[in-house]
């Protein structure tokens, strides 16, 4: 008896597996490992994280209802404010004072019990699709544990933090797609949220018109109850059959240039659709991707130059150089030239949106290539958000999901996009067409 004395009061202290404590511990484990090599997480708040889980144990002990997200670690892209922290914004010459409150998201979040550990790196001022980060260094993507090959942007910690095991949900913001180009090169899932459905306040602006936050997860479950808590709204939904939908696909032309072996997993998926019952038929969208890309890209340059311009026409500064170019780019445009891009994307809009009348999703590839190695990227071209921004412009909630992969291949990211307002919807049709399970299934369909 005396012998086993000892450890029965050593196992008495340890935290239960399933408390927030021990949530805590492990996610903090794991950054500790490797973060140096991944380089996904800025900035963590260890007190501040075992406090607040000390803190929930101690109510759940007493018997006091946990919260929606009791003990669920989560990190946030660091563009958000928190009290007492320094919104950096990826960026070294953009904060100046911590923040005196909380953005409303996250406090939300807080509230129902989630525990904020840290902030996730990002692509300085949100302004890049790549992911890379000259200033501050860029991410890992975890696709590849032998080349770095590009994670994806904006979001680009918040992705790899998830896709590394760091933490099962990590917030993003998508403007043009930089919740799901990253979520698709690093083999996960990204919601967007429709615009205006979760507050923006104290978050850092890159282009307000279309700023929109929203959770990088492992399931759709998971990216669902984040968001019902950041909205502070109710999304469930009744199943939503496979059978009898309607999806809507782009020409190959019009999906034109793409890697073959996405455009392989693209239809194959497709395919998986219809022999459950799904319809797909093909559609014209009102301008081109490449357009919707233009259009898009104007509009934020814009918005972003006039927020930015007095760090990126200070010369002292130290900034990213590609960022601080592509910022620049946009001086020329002057106001009335963006109150016509405005007045332009009313319009796409208005004559957009009666097509939903004929269908209920509109099905796209998440990226046009895979990963490239960092050394590749080409910091004038922006091939990655080809897919993405058209559902910007259209005011569409949208949802990436990982396809399967052989052993050694690269993720491969299915885009799902609805009308704005049909969140839950979405969420439920993603559901049904995603397996939840850690494996990261796409029902029925098997691996290339």
């Given at each position: 008896m005396r012998n086993q004395t000892p450890q029965s009061a050593s196992a008495m202290t340890q935290p239960a597996p399933d408390s927030a404590t021990a949530q805590?511990?492990?996610c903090l484990a794991r950054i500790a490992e490797d973060n140096d090599r991944f380089h996904a997480v800025a900035e963590l708040f260890k007190d501040r994280a075992r406090r607040r889980a000390s803190h929930m144990d101690?109510?759940?002990?007493?018997?006091?209802?946990?919260?929606?997200?009791?003990?669920?670690?989560?990190?946030?892209?660091?563009?958000?404010?928190?009290?007492?922290?320094?919104?950096r914004f990826g960026s070294g010459a953009y904060a100046t004072r911590a923040a005196?409150?909380?953005?409303?998201?996250?406090?939300?979040?807080?509230?129902?019990?989630?525990?904020?550990?840290?902030?996730?790196?990002?692509?300085?001022?949100?302004?890049g699709s790549w992911g890379t980060n000259y200033l501050k260094g860029t991410p890992w993507n975890p696709c590849d544990p032998v080349v770095h090959r590009a994670p994806g942007g904006s979001s680009s910690g918040s992705a790899v933090a998830v896709a590394a095991g760091y933490v099962p949900v990590a917030i993003g913001s998508d403007t043009g797609g930089s919740i799901r180009?990253?979520?698709?090169?690093?083999?996960?899932?990204?919601?967007?949220?429709?615009?205006g459905l979760i507050p923006t306040d104290g978050v850092a602006p890159l282009g307000p018109t279309f700023d929109t936050l929203g959770p990088i997860t492992r399931t759709v479950d998971a990216a669902r109850r984040f968001t019902e808590v950041m909205a502070d709204q109710d999304l469930s939904?009744?199943?939503?059959?496979?059978?009898?939908?309607?999806?809507?696909?782009?020409?190959a032309e019009a999906l034109s240039p793409i890697e073959p072996g996405i455009e392989m997993a693209f239809r194959n998926a497709l395919k998986s659709l219809e022999t459950r019952g799904a319809k797909v038929s093909q559609i014209a969208l009102p301008l081109t991707l490449v357009d919707f890309q233009k259009l898009n890209g104007e509009i934020v340059g814009f918005e972003a130059y006039a927020h930015l311009k007095h760090l990126?026409?200070?010369?002292?500064?130290?900034?990213?150089?590609?960022v601080r170019q592509r910022a620049l780019a946009n001086r020329i445009m002057d106001r009335q030239a963006y109150e016509t891009r405005l007045a332009q994307l009313a319009a796409v809009r208005a004559s957009f949106a009666p097509s939903f009348s004929e269908f209920?999703?509109?099905?796209?590839?998440?990226?046009?290539?895979?990963?490239?190695?960092?050394?590749?990227?080409?910091?004038?071209?922006?091939?990655?958000?080809?897919?993405?921004?058209?559902?910007?412009?259209?005011?569409?909630?949208?949802?990436?999901?990982?396809?399967?992969r052989g052993e050694g291949a690269l993720p491969i990211g299915f885009?799902?996009?609805?009308?704005?307002?049909?969140?839950?919807?979405?969420?439920s049709l993603a559901e049904t067409v995603y397996a939840n399970g850690s494996d990261h299934e796409f029902a029925g369909l098997q691996p290339l």
């Open positions: 805590v511990e492990a101690a109510l759940a002990a007493k018997g006091q209802a946990p919260g929606k997200l009791h003990g669920v670690p989560f990190l946030t892209k660091e563009l958000v404010d928190i009290e007492g922290k320094l919104t005196s409150a909380t953005a409303p998201a996250i406090r939300r979040l807080e509230d129902a019990g989630a525990n904020l550990l840290g902030t996730a790196h990002m692509v300085e001022f949100a302004f180009i990253p979520a698709s090169l690093c083999g996960v899932v990204g919601f967007k949220p429709s615009n939904h009744p199943p939503v059959s496979i059978a009898g939908l309607r999806v809507a696909v782009l020409s990126i026409e200070d010369w002292r500064q130290p900034m990213d150089p590609y209920d999703v509109l099905a796209l590839p998440g990226t046009p290539a895979f990963a490239p190695p960092v050394y590749e990227v080409n910091e004038s071209e922006i091939p990655m958000s080809r897919y993405t921004r058209v559902a910007n412009c259209l005011d569409l909630c949208a949802i990436t999901l990982p396809l399967p885009q799902l996009c609805a009308p704005a307002g049909s969140d839950a919807f979405l969420l």
